[in-house]
């Protein structure tokens, strides 16, 4: 059985940093992009960023782009999401899941699958 979970989310100052995970679970990201994506209060799911694990290549969405970092820890089959300069408009649900489709698509999360039950951030004093 195929599983994801994303997991580091918290309460987090303004200015501040946090670091989402994203294990997988019966599927090796091998293959795979996975992308995270997120969810705030009467909004639909955005795209954050993807990072496609076998030959690299990494997307981010503008809002993100030089303050987030995905990086991966290949023996634990993990994806990371490091988040620096948090605003509160960064404040989601952050989920992450898992695609094949070419790099043009990546932003559409329609094309993904195998969600994670998704790990809240608040960003807020």
């Known amino acids: 059985q195929v599983q994801l979970a994303e997991s580091g989310g918290g309460l987090v100052q303004p200015g501040g940093s946090q670091r989402l995970s994203c294990a997988a679970s019966?599927?090796?990201?091998?293959?795979?992009?996975v992308g995270w994506f997120r969810q705030a209060p009467g909004a639909e799911r955005e795209f954050v960023a993807a990072?496609?694990?076998?030959?690299?290549?990494?997307a981010y969405a503008d809002s993100v782009k030089g303050r987030f970092t995905v990086s991966r820890d290949i023996n634990k089959n993990t994806l990371y999401l490091q988040m620096s300069s948090l605003k509160p408009e960064d404040t989601a649900i952050y989920y992450c899941g898992v695609t094949k489709v070419v790099r043009s698509s990546w932003s559409d999360q329609l094309h993904y699958y195998y969600w994670g039950q998704g790990t809240q951030v608040t960003v807020s004093s």
């Open positions: 990072f496609r694990w076998s030959g690299g290549g990494t």
């Open positions: 019966g599927l090796s990201f091998s293959g795979y992009t």
